[in-house]
Every structure is written in C-alpha cells, then in structure tokens.
C-alpha cells in the first residue's frame, strides 16, 4: 500500500484539514508513513498568517529535495493557506522543481483527481482556485484521537482586520448547515467522542449568510442539547458576541468553562486601525459582563505588540486592560508586517527593539496573573477529561479541566485517555496545574 506524511503548521482550521486530508487518502488505499523518509506522498499544510511561518515551510520544502533525489518516485505537494497566496504557485513552479502538486484550501475536495492527474501524466499540477465556491460535505475524516474531535462549522472570514491575511486567502464567511452539523456530532458521540470543538475564523458571526434565522447562540444551544460531555469553539470576535450566547454558555454546564476572546490591543485609535470595530471600553464592559454571568468562566485572549503607530500611551492601554480583565492567559506577538495588508503600508512601524521591550513587559504581567489565577484553584476539586501519559515523562499524565486548564498528576489507579476523572488541585505553575487524582 503507499504511503503518506503530512506536515501541518498553523491554526486547528489547518489540523482538521489534515484530517480530511487523511481521511481521502486513506479511502484511496493509502496508509499513514511513520516518518515522511518512507512516504510515497509528502503533503505540506501551510500557514501564511506570519511571515516567519511561511519562511519556516519555504525551508522545509527546500530539505524535502534531498528525499526527492533519493526517492525520485515521491511526490511532494504543497496546499493549505500558503498556496492561496499570491505569486506562490509562480514561487513554487520556478524555485522548488521537486514539488510535484499544490492546490489550495478551496479546492482540498479535488485531491484524488489531482493526484491521479500528476501520476498518470507524470506532470507537476498546479491548481489553486480563486474564489470559494460551494461548500463541500460528505469528505471522509480520519481523526488520530478517539474521544476528542475538531468540527468546522463555518469557513473564511469578512473583517479584513488591517493586519491579516486570512479573508484574502480563505475567502468569504460560508456556515454550514446546521442539520449537516449535528448529524456530524451525533455520529462523533455514538463513537465515543466526549468533547468536540467547534471551529471558525469567528464562530460568532456563524449563520449570517444563512436564511432561516440561524446563529451561533442557537447552533451552540442545539449541540449542547445532543448530550455530549464538553463542547468549546473557537475563535470568538468580540464585536459579534452576544447576550443570547452568553445566556446559553451560563445555562448548559457542558459548555467548557473558556473562552477565547482576542481583544489584539488596548488603545481605542489603535483599535481603529486594526479595523477592529469596538474600542478598549467596549471590549472591558463585555468582559466584565462575561464574568459576571458565568463566573467561573477562565478567559483568554491574542494580543499583538507594536503594531504601526503604537506609541507608549496606547501600549500601556493594553497593559491596563490585561491588568482590568485578568485573563487567565494570553497569546501574545510582535507585530509583523504580511504583504498584502494594509497594516504592512502604513509607515509608522515600530522598531524592533521597542516592540521587543513592550512584549517582554507584557509578558511578565500576563505570566504573574496567569499564576495568579492558577493559585487560585489550589485545594479545589476538578474534573478533568485525561488526555494521556506525557511525551517526555511517562510516569506523569495529563488532563484538561472544563477552563481547558491542563492538569498534570501521577496515574496512582488506572486512567485511559478519554476517562473522566477526578483530582484535587495540589499545585499551581504559570501554564499549568499539578493535580492528585482521586480514587
Ligand atoms: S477576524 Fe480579523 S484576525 Fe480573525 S481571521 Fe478575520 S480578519 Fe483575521
């Protein structure tokens, strides 16, 4: 049988394309390769939303040409949101003539064809589609685990916020249906799946191109109602969230406790150059109120350092708006320019050095509330879905509590992945919580 290996950078958007991508390959005959040295198919899933993310692919893909000169019959192909780029296929087509195949994340469904394309004709092809098209359903999903499961329930994004690339290479908001959906759920349940994350570039604005008055209050209400045992989603855009959605997280405790709510900058004119379409009051007043209605709720959020025309003012907004909130952490980056956009125009760039400065001072206050948070849950009770013995050190498991804190404990009783259990919360780190595991 051949084999395949795919690479996958990037977003969870990418991982569960990498399984759809599996699962057609998998109906075509083709087995998963332990190492990408003894596949038949090398298959990369890129990411351009950082400029250091696609220079770290274009590395990877000059290394596949030595495995290509020991193994001529291999074929490499490139896909994902990098392919959608303009001027990478002409890249590809001149610079890296061991890359056999690329299509784009418009056209994944295509994959079969394209690969018979290239193995009866012994000819590269290139085929990135332009615009989205339709939605398609029904593609085979091979997951790698068995009791969790990513389902995307809408694609592309329409806010052109002024430092991203997404919209411009996942095109247009397109939800699916929600019937299509949960059958999808309830089959995962019937399987053993106990959480699922639903996925989006911002789930909140799911069903705005639908007709029947479809939205992601509701979607969320109807899966919670399936009886599975956790559901998350991401990624959440402050401007779309409503009450109606805050009411049905506060109301079904199958809903993780977390919400992942990238607030990107504190300054209000900072904001405004984002495109972002609230301001540092708004976002504060919908925080609060998130907590006030579901009070153990753990927030967590994006924020990006140095952004064009930051002075020192609007970075101590983000400071205290990480001082305001509290969340319980945060992905935090230095602002870099991707071509294309029209943040990377503006000419007001910070200099490095003084980015660097600013991240390294909000780090260290996100990183002291983080522990602070984390102390916080030292004596209490958790209930933790296990996810496993830890890659480096056996003898320790770890799990994830309904906050999708990760609890680390040692497995005194025997625990599987996919168990429920319980443990009681006996130390705290900044990113994780150790744990004894009752009986
Ligand atoms: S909401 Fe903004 S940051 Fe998120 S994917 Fe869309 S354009 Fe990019």
Redesign the pocket.
Known sequence: MPKYYITTFGCQMNVHDSEIIAGMLETMGYQKAEAQECADLVILNTCCVRENAENRTLGHIGNLKSLKEQNPDMLIALCGCMAQEEGIVEKIRENYPHVDLVFGTHNLHQLPELIHKVTTTGSRVMEVWDSEGEIYEGLPVKRDETYRAWVTIMYG?????T?????YV?GRERSRRPEVILDEIRGLIANGVKEVTLLG??VNSYGKDLEDGWNFARLLREVAETGLYRIRFQ?S?PKDLSDELIEVIASHPNVGRHLHL?F?AGSSRILQRMN?QYTKEGYIDLALKIKAKVPDIALTTDIIVGFPGETEEDFLDTMNLVEKVRFDGAFTFIYSPRVGTPAAKMEDQIPEEVKKERLMRLIDLQNRISLERNQALIGTIQEILVEGASEKNESRWSGRTSHNKLVHFEPVIKVNPGDIAQVRICGAKTFTLDGELLG
Do not use: A, E, K
């Not at 994004?157 to 916020?161: E, I």
């Not at 430092?163 to 919209?167: F, G, L, N, T």
């Open positions: 994004c329409n806010n052109f916020c430092y991203c690339i997404v919209p996942r570039q911002n990624t855009h990238p990107q972002r």
